[in-house]
């Protein structure tokens, strides 16, 4: 059984969900977190449902083999095609998914024109088409795949490519009206620097961190049975207050030794990346 002492298990294909990890530290300081980088099958944008349902598979059977007590998803792919999938799975644990911030962009939009960057995965999921429908009726929502992204996180790039991959859909959008810009990846918060380069500091641009931290929280109290009340109440009960915070652990399908200097490039010092058992790669 978890406890409020358990792990939270987290994974993307890659670091792209470490965008994500303030937010969840910041709300939820006492917890340990374990981290998997799926990158032995980057990027997940290219893959299959299919294929993005058995890695999801084979990590949640992971994570209970550790004892986690909720499984997060800071993955756009990865949540339009498992999520529900992992929640038949695991009836007992909450499974929290990520989507694109189309819901507060239709709310900032002045032109109804919205822009949308993300992964081919996410734009072509049958989720993400129902996330449009239901949150921005009557709104132009403009899509934009934009997989080199992805590699510009993991790899990293010169300033020169970085901008020129970076500006060119961003170009298109501006020039077809968007005044708002959803950056539906949660590796693309790691380009946010790049991106104000050409729209702007005061110019609309939306990720999820935040709302996904929020929502982890909320459904980890809502199962402590000493929180349900104020949880219910929508009151935030105060946790544990440890001495000390809690522990960052990172694993990864792929090669240690390169996603670790992917940690280290996007957060020095995070934690030393180990390889995940064989069996779950």
């Known amino acids: 059984m978890a406890s409020t002492r358990s792990p939270i298990g987290i994974y993307d294909s890659g670091v792209g969900g470490l965008s994500v990890l303030p937010a969840i530290r910041e709300l939820l300081p006492a917890d340990d977190l374990i981290y998997i980088a799926d990158a032995g099958h980057l990027p997940y944008g290219e893959k299959s449902p299919f294929y993005v349902v058995e890695r999801a598979w084979r990590i949640s059977d992971y994570f209970r083999s550790r004892g986690v007590k909720a499984i997060a998803i800071p993955c756009n792919t990865a949540t339009a095609a498992a999520a529900a999938v992992l929640r038949d799975k695991h009836t007992d644990l909450p499974i929290i998914g990520i989507e694109p911030a189309v819901k507060p962009a239709a709310r900032l939009t002045r032109s109804g024109v919205i822009g949308v960057l993300a992964t081919t995965g996410t734009l072509l999921s049958a989720k993400f088409q129902q996330l449009v429908r239901r ?4 709104k132009q929502v403009l899509l934009k795949a934009c997989p080199g992204w992805v590699d510009l996180v993991e790899q990293g790039a010169s300033p020169e490519d970085a901008r020129r991959i970076v500006f060119e859909p961003i170009d298109d959008l501006l020039a077809q009206g968007a005044d708002v810009l959803v950056l539906g990846c949660t590796h693309f918060p790691f380009l946010v620097d790049v991106v104000r380069e050409r729209v702007g500091p005061d110019f609309p641009v939306l990720e999820t961190g935040l709302p996904f931290a929020l929502e982890l929280r909320r459904q980890l109290l809502t199962r402590e049975p000493t929180a349900g009340a104020e949880a219910a109440a929508g009151v935030a009960p105060l946790r544990d ?13 792929g090669d240690p030794a390169v996603v ?10 995070l934690a030393p990346v180990a390889r995940l058992p064989d069996s779950y790669c």
């Open 135 to 138: 949150e921005a009726p009557g």
């Open 241 to 253: 207050a440890p001495t000390l915070p809690g522990r960052v652990e990172m694993l990864t399908s």
């Open 260 to 269: 670790q200097l992917r940690v280290d490039r996007l957060m020095p010092g």
